[in-house]
């Protein structure tokens, strides 16, 4: 069984642009959850999706947005890029939806705004 | 779910030696997770222990959950370079439909050849 896929690896972006990074759960997964890694904050809660709809959000700014395909494949969108939003970017599936079981995380985005 | 604190921030070994990492947290759980992290890669799950137990093995690992001390601690065995990474706990709880994990700074294990 393939993994959860992040799309793209690495990318550089400069200030006020926007970006969408992809994420492709593991077959039967239907739960994506999207973390922001920093040196600075850690690990931090983006938000939680199932069945296309969002079920949680972090404490981000609504430059911070997501969704969900009804083949359960996720994206996330920032606008407006800002210096302090360069970060690695997780996604995470599970086939459960109650947190009685492990995530399963892909490798992440790695985000550099100039 | 709550933010698990793990203890030391940074541990560095000899291989061969056993590490020791320590979580705690404030409220009751349901269970405790704990997920390794190779520089710059993604969360890999080692090891998941429910309230009502009070050990778990896995291979080279060992987690203990003491619930009465709010506190959880993961054991390495024989420690190889390869075990270099940071390593986080988070503990939950069965709040509803949601899978959102709170991680809190981790250890950082350094284990030198």
């Known amino acids: 069984k393939a993994g959860v896929t992040q799309t793209p690896r690495y990318l550089i972006k400069t200030r006020g642009q926007q970006v969408t990074l992809s994420c492709s759960p593991i077959?039967?997964?239907?739960?994506v959850s999207w973390y922001q890694q920093t040196p600075g904050q850690g690990l931090q809660f983006l938000f939680e999706?199932?069945?296309?709809?969002?079920?949680n959000k972090g404490n981000f700014p609504g430059r911070f947005s997501g969704r969900q395909f009804s083949n359960s494949r996720s994206e996330m969108n920032v606008s407006t890029l800002e210096l302090g939003d360069s970060a690695l970017y997780l996604c995470?599936?599970?086939?459960?939806?109650?947190?009685?079981?492990?995530?399963?995380f892909g490798e992440g985005s790695r985000l550099t705004v100039l | 779910s709550q933010q698990g604190e793990e203890d030391p921030q940074a541990l560095s070994i000899q291989e061969g030696e056993n590490a020791t990492m320590n979580c705690s947290y404030k409220?009751?759980?349901?269970?405790l997770q704990w997920y390794r992290q190779n520089s710059g890669r993604g969360l890999v799950h080692l090891i998941l222990i429910r309230s009502n137990e009070r050990e778990k093995h896995s291979g080279r690992l060992r987690v203990t959950l003491d619930t009465s001390k709010k506190s959880s601690s993961l054991l390495i065995t024989a420690s190889r370079a390869a075990d270099t990474a940071s390593y986080f706990c988070?503990?939950?709880?069965?709040?509803?439909?949601?899978?959102?994990?709170?991680f809190g700074t981790g250890t950082l294990l350094a284990v030198q050849p």
């Open positions: 988070a503990p939950s709880n069965y709040g509803g439909a949601t899978n959102k994990l709170i």
């Open positions: 999706y199932f069945s296309e709809t969002q079920r």
């Open positions: 995470a599936s599970s086939p459960r939806t109650d947190n009685t079981g492990e995530l399963f």
């Open positions: 409220t009751s759980i349901n269970n």
């Open positions: 077959s039967g997964h239907r739960s």
